[in-house]
């Protein structure tokens, strides 16, 4: 029977382990005493591990679920200009590995998980970001973006001195419309008249609109010469050189997907990261890997984050933005309404 399961919160922790790797990707692997299962396979999508975002939460997910319930992992990295045949080949080699669940992180593994999991019915497949698949041994792990990114425009428009504001996505697809599309409504409904620029990196992933910090920074480095002093980024590793740029410039940059403020690796730019729409993707990688290995009863069918439920929504870790009564005071009343159904996010 296929069901929709509540997103809950996870944590971190480790890995490592000598399997073969397949042409398809490098990959890192690890494994317990316990043998029974070889535990859960994950596939990084563009940008891989370190992107401090979208993958890294992912492998967060995945490190805690292998801690907690005893079992190994290999977890493989994506190859430069790979072909759908790659990703399908990577989840089938993890599969045929005794690896499950077996999990695609990134829309791009739709057909991927799609082909594998007819070729492995016994197997539990995941997706996150993408829910076109429909089979009793898939859980196709979405979320509502636009109403984290709601907020996260909302706080932006508070934020903001010269009521001129920011929104980078890394490539010009449905999924980042639905970012885009919920923050400039959740800006616009503190202030109507506001001014927000508005632009794609790439217009395919192959492109690098999700890998090149390069490409962020220079997009980032034009918005704010523009004028605008909030830029919010949703462009995987490449929001990395937006929060570089927002930094050198001193004016706010918003993360995306993880808590860009606590990533160490962007410590020294964290006095200007406001905050970041948070997209649970660890919890997700946690419940399906709970489901399967402890509980025994594998999800199946969309399982889909929101404000609702924990599975989208904004830090606070930032004190700046946590101490500020304005911007908390909007950000609590526009959740409130997004909860309640009086604020209808648009989702494109």
Same mark, same amino acid.
């Given at each position: 029977?296929?069901r929709v399961?509540r997103?809950?919160?996870?944590?971190?922790?480790?890995?490592?382990l !000598?399997?073969?790797v397949s042409?398809?990707?490098s990959s890192?692997? *690890?494994?317990s005493?316990?043998?029974?299962?070889?535990?859960?396979?994950?596939?990084?999508?563009v940008g891989?591990?370190?992107?401090?975002?979208?993958n890294?939460?992912?492998?967060?997910?995945?490190e805690? #679920?292998?801690?907690?319930?005893?079992v190994?992992?290999?977890d493989?990295e994506?190859?430069?200009?790979?072909?759908?045949?790659?990703?399908?080949?990577?989840?089938?080699t993890?599969?045929?590995?005794?690896?499950n669940?077996v999990?695609?992180?990134g =829309?791009a593994y739709?057909?991927?998980?799609?082909?594998a !999991?007819?070729? =492995?019915?016994?197997?539990? =497949?995941g997706?996150?970001?993408?829910?076109?698949?429909? #089979?009793d041994?898939?859980?196709?792990?979405v979320? &509502?973006?636009?109403?984290?990114s709601? +907020?996260?425009?909302?706080?932006a428009?508070?934020?903001?001195?010269?009521?001129?504001?920011? =929104?980078?996505?890394?490539v @010009?697809?449905?999924?980042?419309?639905k970012?885009? #599309?919920?923050y400039?409504?959740g800006?616009k409904? %503190?202030?109507?008249?506001?001014? %927000?620029?508005?632009?794609? +990196?790439?217009?395919?992933?192959?492109?690098?609109?999700?890998s090149s910090?390069?490409?962020?920074?220079?997009?980032?480095?034009?918005?704010?010469? #523009?004028?605008?002093?909030?830029?919010?980024?949703?462009?995987?590793? *490449?929001?990395q050189? %937006?929060?570089?740029?927002?930094a050198? &410039?001193?004016?706010?940059?918003?993360?995306? @997907?993880?808590?860009?403020?606590?990533?160490?690796? +962007?410590?020294?730019?964290?006095?200007?990261?406001?905050? *970041?729409?948070?997209k649970?993707v660890? $919890?997700?990688?946690?419940d399906?890997?709970?489901s399967?290995i402890?509980?025994?009863?594998?999800l199946? $069918?969309?399982?889909?984050?929101?404000?609702?439920?924990g599975?989208?929504?904004?830090s606070?870790?930032?004190?700046?933005?946590?101490?500020? !009564?304005a911007?908390q005071?909007?950000?609590k009343?526009?959740?409130q309404g997004i909860?309640?159904?009086?604020?209808? %996010?648009?989702?494109?």
């Open positions: 029977m296929r399961s997103i809950t919160i996870a944590g971190v922790a480790t890995a490592a !000598a399997v073969t042409a398809c990707g890192s692997t *690890s494994s005493s316990e043998g029974k299962s070889k535990g859960i396979g994950l596939a990084y999508d891989g591990k370190g992107d401090q975002s979208f890294d939460a992912a492998y967060a997910g995945f805690k #679920a292998q801690k907690e319930f005893g190994g992992g290999r493989v994506p190859t430069d200009n790979e072909s759908d045949a790659d990703k399908t080949q990577r989840l089938v993890l599969a045929k590995a005794g690896y669940p999990i695609g992180v =829309f739709a057909g991927a998980v799609k082909e !999991a007819a070729k =492995f019915p016994k197997v539990t =497949f997706i996150i970001d993408d829910n076109q698949t429909t #089979a041994n898939v859980a196709d792990m979320f &509502h973006e636009e109403q984290s709601y +907020l996260a425009g909302v706080a428009a508070k934020a903001t001195k010269k009521n001129h504001i920011g =929104f980078i996505g890394g @010009d697809v449905p999924l980042i419309h970012f885009e #599309a919920g400039i409504q800006a409904s %503190v202030n109507p008249k506001i001014k %927000v620029e508005s632009q794609y +990196l790439t217009q395919t992933a192959q492109e690098g609109g999700f910090p390069d490409k962020g920074e220079n997009a980032a480095n034009g918005q704010i010469d #523009a004028g605008a002093d909030v830029v919010y980024a949703a462009a995987g590793l *490449s929001g050189g %937006v929060i570089k740029s927002a050198e &410039h001193k004016v706010w940059a918003i993360g995306v @997907d993880s808590d860009q403020y606590n990533q160490q690796p +962007l410590a020294k730019y964290k006095d200007y990261i406001l905050t *970041s729409a948070l649970n660890e $919890g997700a990688v946690y399906l890997s709970k399967v402890k509980d025994k009863k594998p199946s $069918g969309e399982i889909r984050g929101s404000l609702d439920n599975g989208v929504g904004l606070d870790s930032n004190p700046a933005f946590k101490s500020n !009564a911007i005071a909007a950000v009343k526009a959740e909860k309640d159904g009086s604020i209808k %996010v648009k989702s494109s």
